[in-house]
């Protein structure tokens, strides 16, 4: 049977079984046992598990971070959305920079246009997070929410 323990500096383990005498001698001072550990959202308030449920903005935020696309997911999604027909998509989904997005070019410096095609052009899996998209949701007027949807976010 499983035993919690939990030491203010320390904070929270368990063990699979009570540990002999002579290991728990060895626990720092101030440990004290406590029931196991319901779920990883609840944390020790010195005298009962308490569930802190996670800041749902802090949630999206980092999600945000890690979200990513196959390129040819991501032209899908840009078909979803009217900003690329068919025939654009599948050849933006080979690394060639959409006709329908020619006007997304002028909306960038010519320095800037340059690099975003060269890094469609090798880029086989893009960021949510990544400047390009982010510009793109801007010249295209899509929310963040249908930015999110086409990443994947499904809110909790």
Same mark, same amino acid.
């Given at each position: %049977?499983?035993?919690?323990?939990?030491?203010?500096?320390?904070?929270? #383990?368990?063990?699979? /079984?009570?540990?002999?005498?002579?290991?728990?001698?060895?626990?720092?001072?101030? =440990?004290?046992?406590?029931?196991?550990?319901?779920?990883?959202?609840?944390?020790? /308030?010195?005298? +009962?598990?308490?569930?802190? $449920?996670?800041?749902?903005?802090?949630? $999206?935020?980092?999600?945000?971070? =890690?979200? *990513?696309?196959?390129? !040819?997911?991501?032209?899908?999604?840009?078909?979803?959305?009217?900003?690329?027909?068919?025939?654009? +998509?599948? *050849? !933006? *989904?080979?690394? /060639?920079?959409?006709?329908?997005?020619?006007?997304?070019? =002028?909306?960038?410096?010519?320095?800037?246009?340059?690099?975003?095609?060269?890094?469609?052009?090798?880029?086989?899996?893009?960021?949510? %997070? /990544?400047?390009?998209? $982010?510009? $793109?949701? *801007? #010249?295209?007027?899509? =929310?963040?929410?249908?930015?999110?949807? %086409?990443?994947?976010?499904?809110?909790?």
């Amino acid at each position: %049977m499983e035993h919690g323990y939990f030491h203010p500096d320390r904070g929270y #383990w368990q063990t699979t /079984n009570e540990p002999p005498q002579h290991i728990l001698d060895g626990y720092p001072e101030g =440990t004290v046992y406590v029931p196991v550990k319901p779920s990883g959202l609840h944390e020790w /308030n010195g005298t +009962a598990w308490v569930e802190v $449920l996670p800041d749902p903005a802090e949630t $999206l935020a980092a999600w945000r971070d =890690t979200a *990513s696309l196959p390129k !040819a997911e991501f032209c899908t999604g840009l078909i979803g959305l009217g900003i690329l027909t068919t025939d654009d +998509a599948v *050849s !933006a *989904s080979r690394g /060639n920079w959409p006709d329908a997005m020619a006007g997304f070019l =002028t909306y960038l410096t010519p320095e800037q246009a340059a690099q975003v095609q060269i890094e469609w052009a090798t880029r086989t899996t893009i960021r949510r %997070m /990544n400047t390009f998209v $982010l510009t $793109l949701a *801007s #010249w295209a007027s899509l =929310t963040d929410a249908g930015v999110d949807a %086409m990443f994947g976010w499904v809110a909790p």
